[in-house]
């Protein structure tokens, strides 16, 4: 026993001194650091789209406009991702007990560009020009305004009181501000025709320095960074954009060398995009959604008031195929009608796959079937499963209604697809709720509060946009509760049971979500994006973004126009 004690100890010594070497030799593992954040140099994009006026009170229908403004201009309210208020020019603010007085605070020591102090004057200044815009501002935007009274209380302080309690209020102070000093004593025509909409003065990160023209044509806009900027100070000195007509034209500047960005990179560049490992592809929810609303009360198509039959068609789409097929893959499938990723959207929702021969049965159950060896379609107590479903008159949408067509006809329904022209679709069918079933995109852009209830309460279902005609007295129930409630997580729990309801009744077919898309060189660092309220939404974190590596000068065709009077 005392010998193998011995060698145990032998063994066991040994393998302490090699383990103790081992380490002791073993070379240090290569040390990973990320690149350090520094100031300067200069960042060329590919703007998809065309100048027009770097103005915020005249950027709604151009989103290239609205995109460059963003940089230009400071806001009282931004939202984080998830669609939370966040505080830009505002320091503080506060809600009265009903609901229907805010008192707002600005930062005090925010200035223009050109060094003048920004004041309360200025944000009412900016209101009265969203008044008085008629054709330029969208009108409910102007009915909003028109609505509320709004007081100056000294130069940081502004008082908004509103006729009844509005907890999405916060939403409409995501505005860029004018500055009274410049445009004050204009009427909205003169400061229309302005020459400030192409020297433009804000408060933004980013300062405008001038235009490229080509021909007496703009071209591209140089922006320097606000070294005076009230927050972080942007790293990247000066920013470049280029317009182009097309992703394409983009791309095709991007691989000339002519731009380190592309603005907007849809289905005709996706793959070579993919193809380049120079550069970084970030992709991001769109706040639009594709749905197809039902008419519950049109009495030609009685089917589509069984809740049965509703879900039988959500179950017979392929949507996924629908995805791959026409978006190359670039959408997400929808399960309701709030923003997923959004503090209000509920996970809890089940998501519906594709299942025909579920469908199929579903429509049985609710007793419609296909009687006679001639007969292809279902019907029930002499009505045959057949109705009307209307699309936007455009390609894309064309190839969407296809393929929902033949997916309901695999199902013995027969669906008569029609163009209409936009505009056409919503003011002679959808608003006198004349139609039967139509193929949609609701914009939500520019809104990150969810508020389903302009397209959901019963009051909508006659003269607004509760196109369905749904008449849910429970849901309209949380949909009021939310709009009156200023705690979060209390209308986050109206909201929750609203999707429940939504889930359970199913009153339209939502489709799904696109993605926005964008490129940047892998030089450009600091780069980072969530959901999207509105593409400018991008450059949320712009002044984090820093250039690693040689500086690269970008190649320009033209000159910065000089400065005028």
């Known amino acids: 026993m005392k010998k193998l004690r011995w060698q145990l100890l032998i063994i066991f010594l040994t393998g302490l001194i090699v383990g103790i070497l081992l380490i002791i030799e073993k070379p240090d593992a290569p040390a990973v650091t990320a690149p350090e954040p520094k100031k300067g140099g200069v960042y060329s994009e590919g703007l998809v789209g065309k100048f027009q006026r770097l103005n915020p009170v005249l950027d709604f229908y151009n989103s290239a406009d609205r995109e460059l403004n963003r940089l230009i201009y400071s806001r009282l309210v931004t939202f984080e991702e998830r669609g939370i208020p966040k505080m830009d020019m505002v320091k ?6 009903d609901g229907t007085i805010y008192n707002v605070t600005i930062h005090p020591d925010i200035k223009w560009h050109d060094g003048e102090p920004l004041t309360t004057e200025d944000i009412l200044f900016t209101i009265e020009m ?80 001038g235009l490229l023209t080509d021909n007496g044509q703009i071209k591209g806009v140089i922006l320097q960074a606000n070294q005076n900027y009230f927050d972080k100070v942007p790293l990247i000195e000066k920013m470049v954009f280029h317009y182009y007509d097309t992703s394409a034209d983009a791309f095709k500047a991007l691989e000339d060398g002519l731009v380190q960005g592309i603005s907007k990179v849809d289905a005709t560049i996706l793959m070579d995009v993919l193809k380049r490992s120079d550069i970084s592809l970030y992709t991001s929810r769109e706040p639009r959604l594709t749905l197809i609303f039902l008419n519950l009360k049109n009495q030609e198509v009685p089917f589509f008031q069984d809740v049965n039959v509703r879900k039988a068609l959500l179950t017979g789409l392929n949507r996924q195929k629908m995805i791959d097929q026409v978006f190359n893959g670039q959408a997400i499938i929808a399960d309701g009608p709030i923003l997923p990723g959004t503090w209000a959207y509920y996970d809890g929702i089940h998501n519906v796959t594709y299942d025909s021969g579920k469908a199929t ?31 936007p008159d455009d390609e894309y949408h064309r190839v969407i209604a296809e393929m929902v067509q033949k997916n309901w006809e695999d199902l013995g329904t027969v669906v008569n697809i029609r163009a209409v022209p936009y505009p056409e679709l919503i003011e002679s069918f959808l608003n006198p709720r004349a139609y039967q079933a139509a193929l949609i995109d609701l914009d939500l852009s520019l809104t990150p509060d969810p508020d389903p209830y302009p ?53 339209a077919i939502p489709m799904f979500y696109p993605v926005y898309s964008f490129a940047i060189s892998n030089q450009i660092k600091g780069v980072s994006v969530g959901p999207l309220f509105e593409t400018s939404d991008r450059f949320m974190t712009v002044t984090d973004w820093f250039i690693s590596g040689p500086k690269i000068e970008p190649i320009t065709t033209a000159v910065p126009t000089e400065e005028t009077d």
């Open 361 to 391: 049965q579903l429509i049985k159950d609710a007793g419609y079937v296909i009687s006679g060896e001639t007969s292809t379609v279902r019907a029930k107590d002499g009505i045959e499963f057949r109705f009307e479903l209307l699309y």
């Open 92 to 97: 503080t603010y506060g809600i009265s007990q």
């Open 455 to 507: 397209f959901w309460d019963q009051v909508q279902a006659t003269g607004g946009q509760n196109y369905s005609q749904w008449d849910s007295f429970v849901a309209s129930d949380y949909l009021e509760q939310a709009r009156i409630t200023s705690d979060l997580i209390d209308r986050s729990l109206y909201y929750r049971n609203f999707q429940v309801v939504f889930e359970e009744e199913l009153p």
């Open 130 to 209: 969203f008044r008085e815009g008629e054709g330029y501002v969208p009108e409910d935007l102007r009915t909003f305004w028109n609505d509320i009274e709004v007081q100056v209380l000294d130069e940081t302080t502004i008082q908004f009181r509103l006729k009844e309690a509005f907890a999405p209020f916060l939403d409409y102070l995501a505005f860029g501000i004018l500055p009274e000093h410049l445009l004050g004593g204009m009427s909205f025509d003169e400061m229309l025709n302005s020459n400030f909409n192409l020297q433009p003065v804000g408060s933004g990160p980013y300062k405008f320095d």
